[in-house]
């Protein structure tokens, strides 16, 4: 049984729990290193746990069956469901022989390239952690205990990089992500006729864009004569705040298609973490996070897209109010802090069963 100490969950006769994460990714990699590897750290830290990871693309099937079954570890954590046959045929052992206990923890929709192993996975679950509303109805249709954990950032180390919006001769519009996959998946086709519009217009600005990874069809794609370009081409995860403080306004964009509505709306959190309005297309997850018009606003169309930059680069107070709305929302419902607790919560739980 789950017993809490100081602070920190033990199991049993006074051993720590542990945890054994499975997930695609390393630390360089966005999803696993903000589900995982920083969960993993944060859990260790507050409440005491041990644990190992196990990244396919950084361990061998034999270091994974090493640490499974050399190890007395009390609950599995398996991130997204893109494993190879031989460690997804280990972790159904694990579930059935050992009797471990089993979190299936999905931040998009796996389900659409890897659909038998993302169902095995979500019916094997003691619980499924869904990072968006949307992943939580797919996941509904396989297991009763699903539970909403949203994407999560440092609240208290964006903060320390909050914006203070001021007037300026030359504004900023600024996107980060993996660039090469939302060029392919046509999320730049929304944002560039506004952006060129806006320049059009005689807005002074320039489009800031972090995470291109050098590639150059992007990169070609995003140039025009109407506004200035900025490229950075890959940023370390931890320097994340430091950049996008340069902001004026923070964007998302995202085709209405199933893999875009699955999305958890990290852009939208990690500009509102640090007092920078999003400007999000009105998909998935997008319309839980943003509150339109009290902590960022929803665009449908190009005319919506160019009428709400000119709204906030006009106006610096609404800028500022938008800022801290969007901080305080962060703070409230996406912080490590918050949402942290109630993770451990559940995985002392499933102990008790």
């Known amino acids: ?36 590897w920083i969960v993993a750290d944060y859990l260790r830290k507050h409440y005491g746990y041990e644990y190992d990871i196990v990244s396919a693309r950084e361990s061998g099937i034999k270091d994974a069956f090493a640490k499974l079954f050399k190890n007395s570890y009390d609950v599995l954590v398996v991130h997204k469901s893109l494993f190879s046959f031989k460690v997804v045929a280990l972790l159904v052992l694990a579930k059935l022989l050992l009797r471990k206990r089993f979190i299936y923890d999905l931040d998009d929709a796996q389900w659409l390239h890897s659909p038998k192993k993302s169902a095995l996975f979500a019916r094997l679950a003691d619980t499924v952690f869904a990072g968006s509303h949307y992943i939580m109805e797919w996941a509904e249709h396989f297991n009763s205990s699903v539970v909403h954990i949203p994407t999560l950032v440092d609240h208290k180390r ?34 560039r006729p506004a952006l060129e519009k806006l320049g059009k217009r005689g807005c002074c600005f320039r489009f800031y864009i972090i995470g291109t990874r050098g590639h150059k069809p992007l990169e070609a794609y995003i140039q025009s004569p109407f506004y200035e370009i900025n490229i950075v081409p890959f940023i370390p995860y931890a320097d994340v705040p430091k950049y996008i403080r340069d902001f004026d306004i923070g964007v998302m964009p995202l085709q209405d298609d199933p893999f875009e509505r699955a999305k958890c709306a990290a852009k939208a959190i990690q500009y509102m973490a640090v007092g920078v309005p999003p400007v999000v297309s009105p998909v998935g997850e997008n319309v839980f996070v943003v509150e339109n018009g009290k902590d960022g606003f929803l665009a449908s169309s190009t005319d919506e897209w160019v009428n709400i930059f000119e709204m906030l680069l006009e106006d610096t107070a609404l800028r500022n109010k938008i800022g801290k709305a969007g901080m305080e929302k962060v703070k409230n419902n996406y912080s490590h802090k918050t949402v942290l607790k109630r993770y451990a919560t559940i995985v002392a739980s499933l102990m008790q069963k």
Not at 12 to 26: C, E, P, R
């Open 1 to 36: 049984m789950a017993k809490k100490s100081r602070g920190c969950f033990r199991i049993s006769q006074g051993n720590f729990m542990k945890i054994l994460f499975f997930t695609k990714g390393g630390v360089t990699v966005a999803s696993s290193n903000e589900r995982v």
């Open 158 to 191: 964006f903060a320390q990089y909050k914006v203070s919006h001021k007037n300026k001769h030359r504004y900023t519009i600024g996107w980060i992500g993996g660039g090469p996959e939302h060029f392919r998946r046509g999320n730049f086709s929304i944002i």
